[in-house]
């Protein structure tokens, strides 16, 4: 059901028919959501279009088996509101996605905010008029929205990714995409399955399926470090724990670099002795969660001796729990630094590779050649049947949501053309030509709503600032703009994300420019130096 904002908020209707509000946010996910309460409660009529039926973004479209969050729920609801955290209580450390959702539906109705989303909307163009200082969103149906801002809350990984495989279109069986699962799901009890990808979310997936498929084969191009995840009900006093330190837990969260619970230790891994170090390596093995990755010695972290050793470790942990050793060596990654990737979390991922009816196959050594009406062909010639046959290959980071509408600027400049080369922005949430035009999914870093949330009311505040201060449109600067390109480009040499071909750098689509899509810097220095620019009358910007 389609729901317009324009009954139940100041919006006002044009003598063209088009919906006019001061702010068009596009998605309503946790940065939609939270853009929408922030905007009323400052005093301005707002739009959301949501190309699904639901709220909840990624909590709403990856509904696959086993998809949950890989960090501790009571890190990842909002904390904007002390009401809000006492009334949920978290079922799971690591909530999974039907929880989630049910979460992210409750602040919506909590918050009255579904009066200002427009469902089954997908913005198809996004145009600047100069002369009027107004932003035209067209969607897909026709329906169209003005406003002077333009907040794109369209997550970071929202844009999935399947490769242009020759005969895709001639298969008959049942296929999808892990980010476009039916909510009706998929019968695949006694089925022959295919799945091509063994990143985050098919980590997740496998173990799950392979409880009731007849057959499953895995396609696996590039093996990962993947941890246990090692999930558990949160008990009565846990969670009376929980809530009564939540500030202490999201002080915590503010101080790290990835927003995450979870600090390093500040000693190198070479400046203990061996029987130390591996009794820490065993004993964040043996926690949940991020600690083996965000806790551990310092130096793991950094390209080098340390992070070898450390990766070591894991290859070996992964070697122990499978038992043929040829397999083992298959899902033992060789090509990239511990770390390099974010870290998948799985419970028991590499056990399912002991099941007789669980195949691996390696397509770097043989690639899929092409899709058949019954299934798949290997280069070599070897052919599948599925009766079902999953895409968990992934998503075009960043940049690709923005890609999929058509956004013109100032003189008809198309962002998607000016990005062909990279992100072109200052601090990851504007781009030159394009007046109060912010794009926030470009720059969020870490544990995501712990990142999203400072980031939109920056944002927020920013639109009242222009508001309050009788200006009528914001960009940056040019020069602001190459120099924080160039801040990327060097920032980025120095981290080990940039060291690995995955959709940090864009490396996983075909013909995407290997740039650095999100801020070098930690958490806590893009929060000061977005301060700083505030606090210098935006600084960077230019105020019209």
């Known amino acids: 059901?389609?729901?317009?904002?324009?009954?139940?908020s100041a919006a006002t209707q044009s003598a063209d028919g088009i919906e006019e509000v001061d702010v068009i946010v596009i998605g309503a996910g946790v940065t939609g959501l939270y853009s929408l309460y922030r905007l009323r409660n400052l005093g301005f009529t707002a739009i959301s279009f949501e190309e699904g039926d639901g709220v909840g973004g990624t909590w709403y479209w990856n509904r696959y088996p086993g998809a949950r969050f890989d960090s501790e729920s009571y890190t990842y609801g909002?904390?904007?509101?002390?009401?809000?955290?006492?009334?949920?209580e978290w079922k799971e450390h690591y909530s999974a996605q039907p929880e989630n959702e049910r979460y992210l539906n409750y602040v919506a109705d909590k918050f009255d905010l579904r009066r200002h989303i427009r469902f089954e909307s997908r913005v198809a163009s996004l145009v600047y008029n100069e002369a009027s200082n107004r932003w035209t969103a067209t969607t897909d149906d026709g329906y169209q929205a003005r406003s002077q801002f333009v907040i794109t809350a369209i997550g970071i990984l929202s844009a999935r990714y399947v490769p242009d495989f020759e005969g895709l279109e001639s298969y008959e069986g049942v296929w999808t995409h892990t980010n476009r699962w039916p909510k009706e799901g998929i019968d695949m009890v006694g089925k022959r399955?295919?799945?091509?990808?063994t990143g985050a979310t098919a980590v997740q997936l496998i173990p799950e399926i392979a409880k009731d498929v007849a057959h499953l084969t895995v396609f696996q191009r590039t093996p990962n470090?993947?941890?246990p995840l090692r999930n558990s009900v949160i008990d009565d006093d846990t969670q009376a724990y929980i809530k009564s330190h939540y500030p202490e837990i999201y002080a915590q969260c503010m101080s790290t670099a990835g927003s995450f619970m979870h600090m390093f230790d500040p000693r190198s891994a070479f400046s203990v002795s061996e029987e130390e170090k591996m009794e820490q390596y065993e004993r964040l093995w043996a926690e949940p969660g991020f600690k083996k990755w965000l806790a551990n010695f310092y130096d793991v972290m950094m390209p080098g001796e340390a992070n070898e050793d450390y990766a070591e470790f894991v290859r070996n942990k992964i070697r122990e729990r499978v038992h043929d050793p040829e397999v083992a060596e298959m899902l033992v990654p060789k090509n990239h630094m511990f770390g390099s990737k974010r870290l998948p979390c799985e419970s028991g991922y590499?056990?399912?590779?002991?099941?007789?009816?669980?195949?691996?196959?390696?397509?770097?050594?043989?690639?899929?050649a092409r899709i058949t009406p019954r299934g798949l062909q290997l280069t070599g010639g070897e052919d599948f049947e599925f009766d079902a046959l999953i895409f968990a290959t992934g998503y075009d980071a960043v940049t690709g949501p923005l890609n999929l509408i058509h956004i013109e600027g100032i003189g008809g400049e198309v962002l998607k053309e000016?990005?062909?080369?990279?992100p072109r922005t200052f601090m990851g949430?504007?781009?030159y030509g394009y007046p109060n035009l912010f794009t926030i999914n470009a720059a969020s870093v870490g544990n995501f709503p712990r990142s999203a949330e400072p980031l939109v009311e920056?944002?927020?505040?920013?639109?009242?600032?222009?508001?309050?201060?009788?200006?009528?449109?914001?960009?940056?600067?040019?020069?602001?703009e190459d120099d924080w390109v160039q801040h990327m480009r060097e920032g980025g040499e120095k981290i080990l994300r940039t060291q690995a071909d995955s959709w940090f750098v864009g490396a996983n689509i075909p013909g995407k420019a290997r740039v650095l899509l999100t801020a070098p810097d930690t958490a806590p220095v893009m929060r000061a130096k977005r301060a700083e620019v505030a606090a210098n009358d935006y600084e960077g910007f230019t105020l019209d």
């Open 1 to 8: 059901m389609v729901i317009s904002a324009q009954e139940s």
């Open 78 to 88: 909002y904390f904007f509101s002390e009401e809000l955290l006492q009334e949920w």
């Open 193 to 197: 399955v295919g799945i091509i990808g």
């Open 225 to 227: 470090f993947c941890v």
């Open 350 to 368: 590499y056990e399912v590779y002991n099941q007789d009816n669980v195949r691996l196959v390696d397509v770097r050594q043989d690639p899929i």
């Open 418 to 422: 000016k990005f062909a080369n990279g």
């Open 429 to 431: 949430m504007s781009s």
């Open 458 to 480: 920056w944002v927020t505040d920013t639109v009242a600032y222009v508001r309050d201060n009788g200006h009528s449109r914001i960009q940056p600067t040019k020069q602001a």
